[in-house]
């Protein structure tokens, strides 16, 4: 605002000015430094409204002089043909007014007079100085630290938590990855290790950046022979900011109350470890394995393809007329499309995730089968679930003795 409005000129030339001042800043500096000045001196008024086309701001000031009130206008310098010498004369403000509503703020004699006092005083009695400037310094070296991770006014930050053995940056850095821009955050004692990506200057979505993270670091778990698991992440911020340690809810009892047994059935037995081996790995972002362990669980008493089938076809159908409200059930129904929902977990689910062949061509990067999967698993843990609990009768309850 105040540099829009500190060169404004005053129309009619400086012979038509307050004082002769050649801007509304020398109005100022005139009023703080001249006695004369503030006696004869009424009132500013100052808008960054739009006063012309594609122009904003203006200012009027009002004083007495030899015994007539009168008015300084003061325009942008771009309105070169009202700064010569007589255009003062006739001049409407209100007639360059373009803005359909503005607001103004006025300031009086009375303002003028005690700042001139508070300014005299400065000069006589110096204060020292408040602060060393050191809040200016913090704000320079982010700026700087912003720029040299490639933020941009418009930036869009999707970040990811990454939990992995691979070589990482001990401190944040920019790197350049095939046609992307990606910003490292190291581990500290709050924060995991994390990928950012600016959606906007990288010119992705969502889906297609959190494709391009999981190739790097699928690219980084090749070169280090170690793991890289994308975990949490968000998107929205208009810069990086690093991924808080996950903090999981869990369930306690102040009466723990426990009483079960070892499962007398050897594929009781088998079920169970493969059902905690699918819901550790369905947490912990492997979906592809928690599908496939899920799948397992049925091929127990059901094994071989037709089996199976069959055992998904009767079973999907009880499912989904006991869960019809249940949103899992409907996007998994939309993503089987016209074919047979039995017949799509065999071929789409079991077959692509546990082969690799021409027909079998599942990719773990890709975050469009990520959110397929993830989608199947949540409906394969309900039939494994149901498929525990019919064939085996093992109970869910910690105290029932079982």
Not at 68 to 75: C, D, L, M, P, S
Not at 168 to 189: A, C, G, H, N, S
Not at 261 to 272: Q, T, V, W
Not at 351 to 361: C, E, L, P, R, T
Request: aromatic share 10%; proline share 4%.
């Amino acid at each position: 605002m105040a540099i829009v409005l500190g060169g404004l000129r005053p129309v009619g030339g400086s012979g038509a000015s307050f004082f002769e001042a050649e801007t509304i800043s020398d109005v100022v500096a005139t009023l703080l430094t001249n006695e004369e000045a503030r006696k004869s001196f009424i009132r500013m008024t100052l808008t960054v409204a739009e006063t012309g086309i594609n122009s904003n701001g203006g200012a009027e000031v009002v004083y007495q002089r030899d015994g007539q009130k009168r008015q300084a206008h003061f325009v942008q310098k771009e309105a070169v043909s009202l700064l010569s010498a007589g255009s003062e004369v006739g001049f409407d403000p209100d007639r360059q007014m373009n803005a359909p509503a503005m607001r103004a703020m006025a300031f009086t004699n009375e303002f003028f007079r005690r700042l001139a006092q508070e300014c005299e005083l400065a000069e006589r009695f110096p204060a020292p100085v408040e602060g060393d400037g050191s809040e200016y310094d913090a704000e320079d070296a982010e700026r700087k630290r912003y720029q040299k991770l490639g933020v941009r006014n418009n930036s869009h930050f999707l970040h990811i938590g990454v939990d992995n053995q691979v070589t990482w940056p001990k401190e944040e850095r920019l790197i350049t990855f095939d046609q992307y821009q990606l910003v490292l955050m190291p581990k500290t004692k709050e924060h995991v290790q994390s990928v950012h990506i600016d959606l906007v200057a990288n010119r992705v979505d969502e889906r297609t950046a959190m494709t391009v993270i999981n190739r790097f670091l699928s690219v980084m778990a090749w070169c280090d022979d170690n793991f890289a698991i994308a975990g949490f992440g968000w998107s929205g911020n208009p810069v990086p900011v690093p991924v808080t340690k996950r903090d999981l809810a869990f369930t306690t009892a102040h009466e723990y109350i426990f009483d079960r047994k070892i499962p007398g059935s050897e594929e009781a037995r088998r079920a169970l470890a493969l059902f905690r081996e699918a819901r550790n790995a369905q947490q912990n972002g492997f979906v592809s394995y928690a599908v496939l362990n899920y799948y397992k669980i049925i091929e127990i008493r059901n094994p071989g393809k037709e089996a199976a089938r069959k055992w998904f076809l009767a079973n999907f159908e009880a499912l989904r007329a006991t869960s019809r409200n249940n949103v899992d059930i409907s996007r998994f129904l939309a993503l089987c499309g016209n074919e047979p929902p039995h017949k799509y977990i065999h071929d789409s689910c079991r077959i692509a995730v546990a082969h690799a062949g021409k027909h079998s061509k599942s990719d773990p990067d890709d975050a469009h089968e990520i959110v397929r999967l993830h989608t199947a698993a949540r409906v394969m843990h309900l039939l494994a679930r149901r498929f525990i609990e019919q064939e085996f009768a093992i109970s869910d309850v910690m105290y029932s003795s079982d």
